[in-house]
T-cell receptor, first 112, second 115 residues
Framework: SQQGEEDPQALSIQEGENATMNCSYK?????LQWYRQNSGRGLVHLILIRSNEREKHSGRLRVTLDTSKKSSSLLITASRAADTASYFC????????????FGKGTKLTVNP | EAGVTQFPSHSVIEKGQTVTLRCDPI?????LYWYRRVMGKEIKFLLHFVKESKQDESGMPNNRFLAERTGGTYSTLKVQPAELEDSGVYFC?????????????FGPGTRLTVT
């Protein structure tokens, strides 16, 4: 499996519900970043969590990081139709390179 | 403040032709990255510039791809000659610095279609 692998691959919920997406990775990291991509558009940076952090909040977003399990979760609370997008986690791996390693993403659909 | 911009937004070329993609990073960002997503696959790193120097080009697929960043401002990515498997979306990103604290900000991407 790939570094930064998200699950589920697809998620469909009703407006107002919470959405949780998970990401697993294999190697030691400096940080983990979550991005959103609306259909046909670029990647929007959502949140960065460093390897020494366990939880971070930004508005309706909550990200957790468990380095012992090499996993992260993104929670979107009180979802809106505008949250419909693909969500990617990306890891910045320890070892000198600044490159991000992306997973395949979770496609979230929020139904009005 | 303007974000990362890319040109063109979409390019359709025939196999064997040459295409040049352009990326303008956020002003003041020394670090510039190229990534691409081919159909159904993950977004993959291509290379990283610090100012005009190539810091890491480990993701460049082969010598048909040439990236430049003369003067340390905008960057170009040339594909010559293009092959069918080069089709995908090419993203550029920039960051102010390196390390734990710096996000990479992405442009809207260039969709390349090779027919």
């Amino acid at each position: 499996s790939q570094q930064g692998e998200e699950d589920p691959q697809a998620l469909s919920i009703q407006e107002g519900e919470n959405a949780t997406m998970n990401c697993s990775y294999k190697t030691s990291i400096n940080n983990l970043q979550w991005y959103r991509q609306n259909s046909g558009r670029g990647l929007v940076h959502l949140i960065l969590i460093r390897s020494n952090e366990r939880e971070k909040h930004s508005g309706r977003l909550r990200v957790t990081l468990d380095t012992s399990k090499k996993s992260s979760s993104l929670l979107i609370t009180a979802s809106r139709a505008a949250d419909t997008a693909s969500y990617f986690c990306a890891t910045n791996t320890q070892g000198g390179s600044e490159k991000l390693v992306f997973g395949k993403g979770t496609k979230l659909t929020v139904n009005p | 403040e303007a974000g990362v911009t890319q040109f063109p937004s979409h390019s359709v070329i025939e196999k064997g032709q040459t295409v040049t993609l352009r990326c303008d990073p956020i002003s003041g960002h020394d670090n510039l990255y190229w990534y691409r997503r081919v159909m159904g696959k993950e977004i993959k790193f291509l290379l990283h510039f610090v100012k005009e120097s190539k810091q890491d080009e480990s993701g460049m697929p082969n010598n048909r791809f040439l990236a430049e960043r003369t003067g340390g401002t905008y960057s170009t990515l040339k594909v010559q000659p293009a092959e069918l498997e080069d089709s995908g979306v090419y993203f550029c990103a920039s960051s102010l610095g390196q390390g734990d604290y710096y996000e990479q900000y992405f442009g809207p991407g260039t969709r390349l279609t090779v027919t």
